[in-house]
């Protein structure tokens, strides 16, 4: 079953915009990870942010972690054409100890306009 | 390292053939994973590997479906007898638990049954 939840399910702006998209999730997690897949292709992982971090930067990236309201924010700054791809959360369970599979999301699909 | 492959790329076969995926992880990597991605139903985890191990097969759908890792360097995901519902894109990943839990995805195996 799905564990996360991304909001919005799409999302479309101008280069140079930031973006950001959100995901929660229903149980206690280990990490909560962000993977960007571009058509066609297979996933990239981008970043990972831990149960006990709040807030991480990788970049143009920075990811957010609230474990109270079990909810995670991914911003891209200053979004350029490349940018353009799907993006999924994906969570870790408490009890793997970051060694099992993972939950995916069912994305958002980010389009940014040249 | 050349990353994650997958074998083969693409898959057409018909309804009751057998179908065997195949994978080779990163080399040094411990974890593996196998996941189906289809527009109804997002990425699910079918079944992950721990030091060639199978530690959680839950997400496997059927006893139609069967994986083996019989070294680190290799793992196959079959479908006996194929159904058209069946139909997905199948993605290997490997990890290095305990250096980071991040996960790295090999480019897909599109199978379509028909």
């Known amino acids: 079953s799905q564990q996360g939840e991304e909001d919005p399910q799409a999302l479309s702006i101008q280069e140079g915009e930031n973006a950001t998209m959100n995901c929660s999730y229903k149980t206690s997690i280990n990490n909560l990870q962000w993977y960007r897949q571009n058509s066609g292709r297979g996933l990239v992982h981008l970043i990972l942010?831990?149960?006990n971090e709040r807030e991480k930067h990788s970049g143009r990236l920075r990811v957010t972690l609230d474990t109270s309201k079990k909810s995670s924010s991914l911003l891209i700054t200053a979004s350029r054409a490349a940018d353009t791809a799907s993006y999924f959360c994906a969570t870790g369970s408490i009890w793997g100890g970051g060694a099992d599979g993972l939950t995916f999301g069912k994305g958002t699909h980010l389009i940014i306009q040249p | 390292d050349a990353g994650v492959i997958q074998s083969p790329r693409h898959e057409v076969t018909e309804m009751g053939q057998e179908v065997t995926l195949r994978c080779k992880p990163i080399s040094g990597h411990n974890s593996l994973f196998w996941y189906r991605q289809t527009m109804m139903r997002g990425l699910e985890l079918l079944i992950y590997?721990?030091?060639?191990?199978?530690?959680?097969d839950s997400g496997m759908p059927e006893d139609r479906f069967s994986a083996k890792m019989p070294n680190a360097s290799f793992s196959t995901l079959k479908i006996q007898p194929s159904e058209p519902r069946d139909s997905a894109v199948y993605f290997c990943?490997?990890?290095?638990?305990?250096?980071?839990?991040?996960?790295?995805f090999g480019p897909g195996t599109r199978l379509t049954v028909t």
């Open positions: 990943a490997s990890s290095l638990y305990g250096e980071g839990d991040e996960q790295y």
């Open positions: 942010i831990r149960s």
């Open positions: 590997f721990n030091n060639n191990v199978p530690i959680d």
